[in-house]
C-alpha cells in the first residue's frame, strides 16, 4: 500500500533491482578490469551502493505501508465518531421529548384533578 496523502492511498508494485546492468556487473558478467585503479573496486561500491539502494526502498515500502494502516485507522475512528455523535444527538432528543411528554401528562392529570373538586 503506498501512502500519498492521508485520505489517498493505492496499491504499488516496486521492482526492487531494476538496473540489470548492476545486477550483471555484480555477477561478473559486466565489463572486464578498467585501466584505472580505483580503491575499493567497483564490485564492492556498486555492492555496497545496491545494499543501500535495497535498504531505503524496503524501508520507505514498509514506512508507507504503516502510513496507510494508520490513515486508514483514523478515518475510521472519524466515522465512527460521527456515528457515535448522531446516535447521542438522537437520545438526547428522545429524552428530551419523553421528559416533556411526562411533565405534560402529570400537568394534565394535576389540571384535571383539579377541575374536578
Given at each position: 500500500?503506498?501512502?500519498?496523502?492521508?485520505t489517498?492511498r493505492?496499491?504499488?508494485?516496486?521492482?526492487?533491482?531494476?538496473?540489470?546492468?548492476?545486477?550483471?556487473?555484480?555477477?561478473g558478467?559486466g565489463?572486464?578490469?578498467?585501466?584505472?585503479?580505483?580503491?575499493?573496486?567497483?564490485?564492492?561500491?556498486?555492492e555496497?551502493?545496491?545494499?543501500?539502494?535495497?535498504?531505503?526502498n524496503?524501508?520507505?515500502?514498509?514506512?508507507?505501508?504503516?502510513?496507510?494502516?494508520?490513515?486508514?485507522?483514523?478515518?475510521?475512528?472519524?466515522?465512527?465518531?460521527?456515528?457515535?455523535?448522531?446516535?447521542n444527538?438522537?437520545?438526547k432528543f428522545?429524552?428530551?421529548?419523553a421528559?416533556?411528554?411526562?411533565?405534560?401528562?402529570?400537568?394534565r392529570?394535576?389540571?384535571?384533578?383539579?377541575?374536578?373538586?
Amino acid at each position: 500500500m503506498k501512502f500519498e496523502t492521508f485520505t489517498r492511498r493505492y496499491l504499488d508494485i516496486v521492482k526492487l533491482l531494476p538496473c540489470n546492468e548492476i545486477v550483471d556487473f555484480i555477477k561478473g558478467k559486466g565489463s572486464k578490469e578498467p585501466d584505472t585503479l580505483i580503491e575499493p573496486s567497483p564490485y564492492f561500491i556498486i555492492e555496497y551502493l545496491v545494499k543501500m539502494w535495497l535498504e531505503d526502498n524496503l524501508y520507505n515500502i514498509f514506512w508507507s505501508s504503516k502510513l496507510s494502516e494508520w490513515s486508514v485507522r483514523v478515518i475510521h475512528l472519524e466515522h465512527s465518531t460521527d456515528e457515535l455523535k448522531e446516535i447521542n444527538r438522537n437520545l438526547k432528543f428522545r429524552y428530551f421529548k419523553a421528559v416533556h411528554a411526562l411533565n405534560d401528562k402529570v400537568i394534565r392529570e394535576i389540571f384535571a384533578a383539579r377541575t374536578k373538586l
